[in-house]
């Protein structure tokens, strides 16, 4: 018989006792039900949280712009408004760079500053900066590592933005985006010695066409790498306590504004001009015998001698480093010696007139000429030569390098004594050969540096280079200098490095990109190579090669010459050659004279990339085969071997341009497809309005 269920309410015991014995078998049950819940919250918090939450965060805002963080790159954004455009990205190394800054920042106090550090890696401080102009906005960025070992590392992105400035390289390019090297220090360097590295004239200052402009402090060690296409690094050396990685972002409205604003003003100092009379004077290096004095002496006056049966009897002949230093070894005579010396067999400068002359120096010497003996037996080395000082006492120990394929010292700019030493002697060589100018090779690089020795403080990055020029510039605006840094307002003329004799970016396509490149830098005054190259060649064997160089050299500067034309090629290059150098005077020169006072006002570069009239033209930041000289001139040479065309890209849209051979116009902002150039041609068009 089945048992009847009661129908009154449990007993509070019985209650109790069955709700123990009900919940005892579910207790597992309920506790994993509990867990999942909350898991559950918790997901959807953060599911919430990730949805809600901008992979972008404004960190510090301008005027007319700000800097964001971008979680997913870890990379810090420069944007501009209204329009909200992004002109450039920084992806962050060297530290966690995922990790999304807080909403608020240590510097919450201060509206113009943000601040945060990633704990026992580094701290970063982002402030407002005063402007140059209303245009332009800037903003200080500050990392600051806090340990030793921490290597501070900030890339630039190169997708849809075009760079220019920093260093010259071995084959050079325009715009940076197409150049790789690996990360080395920001240091001027020799290609003779390192065909990697960085070439003689730097600045750390770099350009992108969307009107950013980064600008790093002068006392910052740095280190730079490019790779192609995709980004250039800014970076510091671990190891070194405390060094900070300090550099000024502004941007303006393009990119042709933000160079005006920004990187017409980098020497800081007022501009003076060199000697403008080298301008319409071709250099002619001389090739003749070296084994003496008397033989070159000769060979000056035989050289004299062709040039003006070829009706080339101006300009200047240029002797190199050793054929000076044998013409002053012969020509030198001490002050009580002077009277019992020979003076036949004196040099007299009047004997290639009215041909002038320059000398070639160098800040090096041999551990086997006899000053360097004498300044060894006179304990006199660190006071003139670079030294490495001892830790523990003891005597300074000469730093010697290489120069030219001999190991050698270099002098002690730091020492006054050196340097008047070095200038007296300077000028004594100039009065005694009758010299109008002089070279000085040997300017660029850091030797501590090529020897993996730290530099004193004094002589830190670039330092050599500037303290050389500096007083190098103290013998007058007739003096020419291998290198350059920090030195654009110096009155000197700067000698481009040598070229490879061949159509590649290391030889005449290499031209316009190192004009554009050290324009842009303030070097508007240099000397490029000679024609047709002077590497791997004694005498160029491609009469169009030198024909192709002879035309863009007519429109720079100066026309140099290793190899007369009569030596390389048939008379009619020749004859071309006495209408380009005729050009360059009468055409050419009034219009970099005009410029140049532009450029004691203002800054602005004499040589000029096409974006210059076509600052917002995608098309025009990359043109790296023309230039412009000021606003008015146009010169777009041929650069490819067998090629009697090209496209020409004309700027500036509502400007017309005419072609000087056929007297055609065109309207500015098109490009001339397949336009003719023969090789007696060269395409020049002048702005008419």
């Given at each position: 018989?089945?048992?009847?269920?009661?129908?009154?309410?449990?007993?509070?015991?019985a209650?109790?006792?069955g709700?123990?014995?009900?919940?005892?078998p579910?207790?597992?049950?309920?506790?994993?039900?509990?867990v999942?819940v909350?898991?559950?919250?918790?997901?959807?918090?953060?599911?919430?949280?990730?949805?809600?939450?901008?992979p972008?965060?404004?960190?510090?805002?301008?005027?007319t712009?700000?800097?964001?963080?971008?979680?997913r790159?870890g990379?810090?954004?420069?944007?501009?408004?209204?329009?909200?455009?992004?002109?450039?990205?920084?992806?962050?190394?060297?530290?966690?760079?995922?990790e999304?800054?807080?909403?608020?920042?240590r510097?919450?106090?201060d509206?113009?500053?943000?601040?945060?550090?990633?704990?026992?890696?580094?701290?970063?401080?982002?402030?407002?900066?005063?402007?140059?102009?209303?245009?332009?906005e800037?903003?200080?960025v500050?990392?600051?590592?806090?340990?030793?070992?921490?290597m501070l590392?900030?890339?630039?992105?190169?997708?849809?933005v075009?760079?220019?400035?920093?260093?010259?390289?071995?084959?050079q390019?325009?715009?940076?985006?197409?150049?790789?090297s690996?990360?080395?220090?920001?240091?001027?360097?020799?290609?003779?010695?390192?065909p990697?590295?960085?070439?003689?004239?730097?600045?750390?200052y770099?350009l992108?066409?969307?009107?950013v402009?980064?600008?790093?402090?002068?006392?910052?060690?740095?280190?730079?790498?490019?790779?192609?296409?995709?980004?250039?690094?800014?970076?510091?050396p671990a190891?070194?306590a405390?060094?900070?990685?300090r550099?000024?972002?502004c941007?303006?409205?393009?990119?042709?504004?933000?160079?005006?604003?920004?990187?017409?003003?980098?020497?800081?100092q007022?501009?003076?001009?060199?000697d403008?009379?080298?301008?319409?004077?071709?250099?002619?290096q001389y090739y003749?015998?070296?084994?003496?004095?008397?033989?070159?002496?000769?060979?000056?006056?035989s050289?004299?001698?062709?040039?003006?049966?070829?009706?080339?009897?101006?300009?200047?002949?240029a002797?190199g480093e050793r054929?000076t230093?044998?013409?002053?070894?012969?020509?030198?005579v001490?002050?009580e010696?002077?009277?019992?010396?020979d003076?036949?067999h004196?040099?007299?400068?009047?004997?290639?007139?009215p041909?002038q002359?320059?000398i070639?120096?160098?800040p090096?010497?041999?551990?086997?000429?006899?000053?360097?003996?004498?300044?060894?037996?006179?304990?006199?080395?660190a006071?003139?030569?670079?030294?490495l000082q001892?830790?523990?006492g003891?005597c300074?120990?000469?730093l010697?390098?290489?120069?030219?394929g001999r190991?050698?010292?270099?002098?002690?700019?730091?020492?006054?004594?050196?340097?008047?030493w070095?200038?007296?002697r300077?000028?004594?060589?100039r009065q005694?050969?009758?010299?109008?100018?002089?070279v000085?090779?040997?300017?660029?690089g850091?030797?501590?540096?090529?020897q993996?020795?730290?530099p004193?403080?004094?002589l830190?990055?670039?330092q050599?280079?500037?303290?050389?020029?500096?007083?190098l510039?103290?013998?007058g605006?007739?003096?020419?200098i291998s290198?350059?840094?920090?030195?654009?307002?110096?009155?000197?003329f700067?000698q481009m490095?040598?070229l490879?004799?061949?159509?590649?970016?290391?030889g005449?396509?290499?031209v316009i990109?190192?004009?554009?490149?050290?324009?842009?830098?303030?070097?508007?005054?240099?000397?490029?190579?000679?024609?047709?190259?002077?590497?791997?060649?004694?005498?160029p064997?491609?009469?169009?090669?030198?024909?192709?160089w002879l035309?863009?050299?007519?429109?720079?500067?100066?026309?140099?010459?290793?190899?007369?034309?009569?030596?390389?090629?048939?008379a009619?290059?020749?004859?071309?050659?006495?209408?380009?150098?005729?050009?360059?005077?009468?055409?050419?020169?009034?219009?970099?004279?005009?410029?140049?006072?532009e450029?004691?006002?203002?800054?602005?570069?004499?040589?000029?990339p096409?974006?210059?009239?076509?600052?917002?033209?995608?098309?025009?930041f990359?043109?790296?085969d023309?230039?412009?000289?000021?606003d008015e001139v146009?010169?777009?040479?041929?650069?490819?071997?067998?090629?009697t065309?090209?496209?020409?890209?004309?700027?500036?849209?509502?400007h017309l341009?005419?072609?000087?051979?056929?007297?055609?116009v065109?309207?500015?902002?098109?490009?001339?497809?397949?336009?003719?150039?023969?090789?007696a041609?060269?395409?020049?068009?002048?702005k008419t309005?």
């Open positions: 018989m089945p048992l009847a269920r009661p129908t009154g309410q449990i007993p509070d015991a209650w109790t006792s709700f123990r014995e009900m919940t005892e579910w207790k597992g049950a309920v506790g994993c039900l509990g999942a909350f898991f559950a919250m918790t997901i959807g918090i953060i599911s919430w949280q990730a949805l809600e939450q901008s972008e965060e404004w960190v510090l805002r301008g005027r712009g700000g800097m964001l963080w971008e979680r790159r990379a810090l954004l420069l944007r501009v408004l209204p329009s909200g455009r992004t002109v450039a990205v920084i992806a962050v190394g060297g530290v966690p760079a995922t999304p800054p807080p909403p608020r920042d510097c919450w106090h509206g113009g500053q943000f601040c945060y550090t990633w704990e026992e890696d580094a701290e970063l401080r982002l402030s407002l900066e005063p402007p140059p102009t209303p245009a332009t800037c903003y200080g500050r990392w600051t590592p806090l340990r030793p070992d921490v590392k900030d890339c630039f992105s190169m997708a849809n075009s760079w220019y400035g920093g260093a010259s390289i071995r084959a390019r325009w715009p940076l985006n197409s150049a790789e690996h990360a080395q220090p920001f240091v001027s360097g020799d290609f003779s010695k390192n990697v590295g960085y070439g003689p004239v730097l600045e750390r770099f992108g066409s969307t009107g402009t980064v600008t790093v402090a002068p006392d910052v060690p740095l280190f730079l790498s490019l790779e192609s296409n995709r980004h250039f690094c800014l970076e510091t190891g070194r405390a060094v900070p990685l550099y000024l972002l941007v303006s409205p393009d990119v042709a504004a933000a160079h005006r604003h920004m990187g017409s003003q980098l020497s800081g007022a501009r003076v001009l060199p403008t009379a080298l301008l319409g004077s071709p250099i002619w003749g015998p070296a084994g003496s004095a008397a033989k070159i002496k000769r060979g000056l006056k050289l004299a001698k062709k040039l003006k049966r070829h009706h080339l009897r101006e300009g200047v002949l002797l054929c230093a044998i013409l002053a070894a012969a020509d030198h001490p002050s010696r002077r009277k019992r010396h003076s036949t004196a040099w007299d400068p009047s004997l290639i007139k041909l002359l320059s070639t120096l160098s090096y010497t041999s551990i086997a000429s006899p000053l360097f003996l004498r300044s060894l037996r006179d304990s006199e080395v006071s003139y030569w670079l030294s001892p830790r523990f003891g300074s120990v000469p010697l390098t290489t120069w030219k190991l050698c010292a270099r002098l002690n700019v730091t020492s006054k004594a050196a340097l008047s070095y200038l007296a300077a000028r004594h060589l005694a050969l009758g010299a109008t100018y002089m000085f090779e040997g300017a660029e850091n030797a501590f540096l090529e993996a020795v730290p004193p403080a004094e830190a990055g670039d050599y280079t500037g303290v050389l020029a500096a007083a510039a103290t013998l605006n007739a003096t020419v290198a350059g840094a920090r030195s654009s307002h110096l009155p000197l700067v490095s040598p490879r004799s061949d159509w590649s970016h290391a005449l396509k290499g990109p190192s004009v554009l490149h050290y324009s842009l830098l303030g070097y508007n005054f240099f000397i490029p190579d000679a024609v047709g190259g002077s590497l791997d060649s004694d005498i064997g491609d009469p169009e090669l030198y024909v192709r035309q863009i050299v007519t429109f720079l500067p100066v026309m140099a010459f290793s190899t007369p034309p009569w030596l390389c090629c048939d009619w290059v020749l004859n071309l050659t006495r209408q380009c150098i005729q050009r360059h005077r009468d055409f050419v020169v009034p219009l970099l004279i005009k410029y140049s006072e450029w004691l006002r203002l800054g602005y570069p004499i040589f000029r096409a974006w210059w009239l076509s600052p917002t033209d995608p098309t025009a990359t043109i790296e023309e230039f412009l000289i000021g146009l010169v777009a040479p041929i650069t490819e071997k067998g090629q065309w090209r496209d020409i890209y004309l700027p500036g849209e509502g341009w005419m072609d000087t051979n056929t007297a055609h065109f309207d500015g902002g098109t490009i001339l497809r397949n336009y003719s150039a023969s090789l041609e060269v395409p020049v068009f002048v309005s």
